[in-house]
């Protein structure tokens, strides 16, 4: 009981929100759109909503219909959890709703929470405990434990109140105390790591961390506390072909394996929505480590773009004494790819250019796997998003978190700087091993 409770307090807290929201930018979108204080808690108000909306163009409307879809999932819900308490507080003790002033959550808050005490000492020991007014009428053995237990009885949970003592007073368990300082760590690397990881990836940064627990235990403890990964979602493409001329081939094959840093980089770009317009992203990643060597944010799709992306790869990869002649550069047939300024620059530093087929998102999946994650857990995870400054700002802190503490399936959970430390600690760069 006390969990529907709770559960229910922290989804009209999230639809409180999203309704504050929702009317900021209705404002926005119509001063003079009527918008009842207290009606974005209503199924119909938000379908006469979508219906005001659906005249409406950019990307303020957009987020607005996105808004009063979250307001009517969240009032479903609450709906849902209302009436199942409603049905438990009737089959256990309909008699708490006979109290006035005591209505369908008070009445579930007394037999989920008062139990422990054998009565409300004042009415206004009630009022402070269940956030309600002083009631007039007060009958202290409405909250007995006996009385409950009597009514529990008649269920098929039948609980003596000797055996609820019993519990009340036994001391916690070892396990249960292990429970409780697990699910701390659990907390404090769920929030450390942008709040993305799912159970796998917690339970690999314990290990990390020489803590010994099951992986079982790992998703029953952030069940419990209501934690979980992002979960990502497919969106619009935003490559534009360049018309068909003499191209180089794909030498990938889709074929992303690498057997040393700077073999094989692959890049690719993805949008941003923004209160002030579209903003794009260009990413070079490499694929023996993941590590994300180049990007670039943008409000436009030029050239520009991916090129400054190109160019911090290169000085990145130059600084520290690597030779890029040899390095295959994967891309799509994206037109930024495939200007002169971009090949020349590949040819400058004795790269290969590497270019897909055309409509064919397969055949830069790594790219599109990254673009994939970073708009989950950035993107979609953190936002909205301002301006492309706010943007900027974001992706700087997560390409160092990306590259120095995400744990990687792919690279048997570690980082893409533990992967590449890996290999020259074996193999140093070959510039290094000429001046030694």
């Not at 219909?65 to 049905?87: F, H, P, Y």
Request: proline share 5%; charged share 25%; hydrophobic share 40%.
């Amino acid at each position: 009981m006390k969990l529907l409770v709770d559960h229910r307090r922290r989804l009209v807290r999230s639809r409180t929100a999203a309704a504050n929201k929702l009317r900021w930018f209705l404002h926005e979108i119509d001063p003079e759109l009527p918008v009842p204080s207290r009606g974005l808690r209503r199924l119909c108000v938000f379908d006469l909503l979508d219906a005001e909306l659906d005249g409406h163009q950019g990307v303020v409307a957009e987020i607005a219909r996105d808004l009063v879809g979250e307001c009517r999932r969240l009032t479903v819900q609450i709906n849902g959890l209302e009436a199942r308490l409603r049905r438990l507080v009737e089959a256990l003790a309909p008699s708490l709703l006979d109290i006035p002033g005591c209505g369908v959550i008070s009445a579930a808050v007394i037999i989920g929470e008062a139990a422990g005490a054998s009565r409300f000492k004042s009415k206004d020991a009630f009022a402070h405990f269940t956030g309600t007014a002083p009631i007039p009428v007060w009958s202290s053995n409405k909250v007995r434990v006996r009385p409950i237990c009597d009514v529990l009885a008649e269920t098929d949970a039948p609980i003596a109140p000797s055996t609820y003592y019993a519990a009340h007073s036994r001391p916690p368990s070892a396990r249960s105390l292990r429970d409780e300082h697990l699910t701390e760590q659990i907390r404090q690397i769920h929030a450390d790591n942008y709040g993305v990881y799912g159970a796998r990836k917690v339970h690999a940064a314990l290990v990390r961390e020489g803590v010994e627990v099951a992986r079982c235990t790992v998703e029953r403890l952030m069940r419990q506390a209501g934690l979980r990964g992002v979960i990502r979602a497919k969106g619009p493409r935003t490559t534009r072909p360049a018309p068909e001329t003499d191209r180089p081939a794909d030498l990938v094959e889709r074929q992303f394996t690498a057997t040393a840093p700077n073999e094989l980089w692959v890049a690719d770009i993805t949008y941003i929505r923004t209160f002030s317009g579209w903003v794009y992203a260009a990413f070079v990643i490499d694929v023996y480590s993941r590590m994300v060597v180049g990007w670039q944010v943008a409000t436009s799709l030029y050239t520009d773009l991916a090129l400054d992306a190109l160019e911090m790869a290169i000085w990145r990869r130059r600084h520290t004494g690597a030779d890029l002649a040899g390095l295959t550069h994967h891309s799509d047939r994206g037109v930024q790819y495939r200007a002169i300024p971009y090949t020349e620059r590949l040819a400058d530093e004795a790269a290969v250019a590497s270019v897909g087929s055309k409509g064919d998102s397969y055949d830069n999946a790594l790219a599109e796997a990254f673009n994939s994650l970073f708009k989950a857990e950035l993107i979609r995870n953190k936002g909205p998003w301002t301006s492309m400054n706010d943007v900027e700002i974001a992706v700087a802190e997560y390409v160092d978190w990306f590259n120095q503490r995400r744990l990687h399936d792919e690279l048997g959970h570690i980082t893409p700087a533990e992967r590449e430390a890996i290999h020259y600690a074996a193999e140093p760069p070959a510039s290094l091993q000429k001046t030694s």
